[in-house]
């Protein structure tokens, strides 16, 4: 199994993390440069990382990936899904609303500070408004931190250990590692320090998330 990944990325992140936690046994390959050729394309569509390789198998994107190791893997890494289809189905929906909701404002919040290219259209990606991107950042931002106090905190760690329950599952592993770039944003609640904390006590967890806390803690409120 190959893992291509870009060390700065907590979205490649996201899949170490669930790979070590696992002890699932894989190599790690940097891409970096990669990405753009005719030979990723044509094994991810979507020429973005994190991507998996298993075998003749391949799969992008992170929701996508972290479902398929959990069925790939079912003694490893299966109990971080679910078999029931109305637990997986509100797995789902977290997995649902940290990629639309929390990573989408993340690239608008985050990425400028962090140097990342922005999304075409962005405030910072047009030469005509970029005097604006402080302004933009610190309005999504506002979002940003609002979106987490009211569904992740509010209602999703309001009486549970991790995301919804008391044992861990695949959106944890989506979402905790993305707490890196937010603290580029704004600091941490202490709620969400708490839940980071309780992340790192899952076996591997904390060694996964070094190359992109390395990275980010530079810029970290």
């Given at each position: 199994?190959?893992?291509?990944?870009?060390?700065?990325?907590?979205?490649?992140?996201?899949?170490?993390?669930?790979?070590?936690?696992?002890?699932?046994s894989?190599?790690?390959?940097?891409?970096?440069?990669?990405?753009?050729?005719?030979?990723?394309?044509?094994?991810?569509?979507?020429?973005?990382?994190?991507?998996?390789?298993?075998?003749?198998?391949?799969?992008?994107?992170?929701?996508?990936?972290?479902?398929?190791?959990?069925?790939?893997?079912?003694?490893?890494?299966?109990?971080?899904?679910?078999?029931?289809?109305?637990?997986?189905?509100?797995?789902?929906?977290?997995?649902?609303m940290?990629?639309?909701?929390?990573?989408?404002?993340?690239?608008?919040?985050?990425?400028?500070?962090l140097?990342?290219?922005?999304?075409?259209?962005?405030?910072?990606?047009?030469?005509?408004?970029?005097?604006?991107?402080?302004?933009?950042?610190?309005?999504?931002?506002?979002?940003?931190?609002?979106?987490?106090d009211?569904?992740?905190?509010?209602?999703?760690?309001?009486?549970?250990?991790?995301?919804?329950?008391?044992?861990?599952?695949?959106?944890?592993?989506?979402?905790?590692?993305?707490?890196?770039?937010?603290?580029?944003?704004?600091?941490?609640?202490e709620?969400?320090?708490?839940?980071?904390?309780?992340?790192?006590?899952?076996?591997?967890?904390?060694?996964?998330?070094?190359?992109?806390?390395?990275?980010?803690?530079?810029?970290w409120?």
């Open positions: 199994m190959i893992l291509y990944s870009l060390p700065p990325s907590a979205n490649s992140g996201v899949i170490r993390t669930l790979l070590l936690a696992a002890g699932i894989f190599k790690e390959e940097n891409a970096w440069g990669k990405t753009r050729t005719p030979e990723f394309i044509a094994k991810f569509p979507n020429n973005c990382c994190p991507a998996l390789e298993h075998g003749d198998f391949t799969v992008a994107e992170c929701s996508a990936i972290l479902r398929y190791i959990c069925r790939a893997f079912p003694d490893k890494a299966g109990k971080y899904y679910s078999d029931d289809i109305q637990k997986a189905a509100k797995i789902d929906m977290m997995l649902d940290i990629n639309t909701g929390v990573c989408a404002l993340i690239c608008k919040a985050c990425y400028p500070a140097s990342f290219p922005p999304a075409a259209g962005d405030v910072a990606a047009l030469d005509e408004t970029k005097e604006h991107t402080d302004k933009a950042v610190e309005a999504a931002g506002k979002a940003l931190k609002e979106y987490l009211s569904k992740m905190e509010g209602i999703f760690l309001a009486k549970t250990k991790y995301l919804g329950s008391d044992t861990p599952t695949i959106a944890d592993f989506r979402f905790a590692p993305m707490l890196s770039q937010i603290k580029v944003n704004f600091a941490l609640s709620r969400m320090e708490e839940y980071l904390k309780a992340m790192d006590e899952i076996p591997g967890f904390s060694e996964g998330r070094k190359p992109y806390d390395e990275f980010n803690s530079k810029h409120k």
